[in-house]
């Protein structure tokens, strides 16, 4: 079965410092996203992509955020200046179709 | 905005005992309904989903959920519980009128299941 790939799984970032969180959606799909889910709470939407650009974006993804496609086949999240807080696991997902979700397993990032 | 109750926290259960897990959502004209779970230090896999039709959805694993209109619920339901259904279970919700794809996710529930 397909599947959607990130990398690293755990990444440990020092405050200030930038970082990228690299997903593989699944080829044939058209719709992109990103998820968090800090400690213990629950998951919430960062942002969404269709067509090579934004399609919706939440509060929480501000200036400090970014997306791209850089390739045609991989989708990054890039965080310039991290955060204590920004420690959460990011998920990625893709889909056929609005709503029609297939999510990666996640990378955890640490902000020391 | 959309939100999504799940009362339960934790849910500990014995093994080949009946569990039901309880989601409500916020009122909407039109909503897509789901249930994602998580095994620990996985990612969140589907486990069924409400789009239209059958108001009564079910997954491969003997889960099943029925979607209430009046009662704005979805709750998830399993007649005999394993060990290996232990995981975290998440609701979530998509509003299908608003031109949006965005999941709105619950607090989940943390199933235990007890041997």
């Known amino acids: 079965e397909p599947e959607v790939t990130q990398t690293p799984s755990h990444q440990v970032t020092q405050m200030g410092q930038e970082v990228i969180l690299r997903c593989v959606p699944i080829?044939?799909?058209?719709?992109f996203y990103w998820y968090r889910q800090i400690l213990g709470q629950k998951v919430e939407f960062l942002v969404s992509?269709?067509?090579?650009?934004?399609?919706?974006k939440s509060e929480i993804f501000d200036d400090q955020f970014s997306v791209e496609r850089p390739d045609g086949s991989n989708f990054t999240l890039k965080i310039r200046s991290t955060k204590l807080e920004d420690s959460a696991m990011y998920f990625c997902?893709?889909?056929?179709?609005?709503?029609?979700?297939?999510f990666g397993s996640g990378t955890r990032l640490t902000v020391v | 905005a959309q939100s999504v109750t799940q009362l339960d926290s934790q849910v500990p259960v014995f093994e080949e005992a009946p569990v039901e897990l309880r989601c409500n959502y916020s009122?909407?004209?039109?909503?897509?309904l789901f249930w994602y779970v998580q095994y620990p230090n996985q990612g969140l896999q589907l486990l069924l989903k409400?789009?239209?039709?059958?108001?009564l959805v079910k997954s491969i694993n003997g889960f099943e959920a029925e979607f209430n209109k009046s009662q704005t619920s979805f709750h998830l339901r399993k007649p005999s519980v394993h060990i290996s259904d232990t995981a975290e279970y998440f609701c979530?919700?998509?509003?299908?009128?608003?031109?949006?794809?965005?999941?709105?996710f619950g607090t989940g529930t943390r199933l235990q299941v007890f041997p």
């Open positions: 997902a893709s889909s056929p179709i609005p709503s029609g979700y297939t």
């Open positions: 080829s044939n799909h058209l719709y």
């Open positions: 992509f269709y067509n090579n650009e934004i399609s919706e």
């Open positions: 009122s909407s004209v039109s909503v897509y």
């Open positions: 409400y789009l239209s039709g059958s108001t």
């Open positions: 979530a919700v998509s509003d299908s009128i608003y031109n949006t794809d965005k999941l709105i």
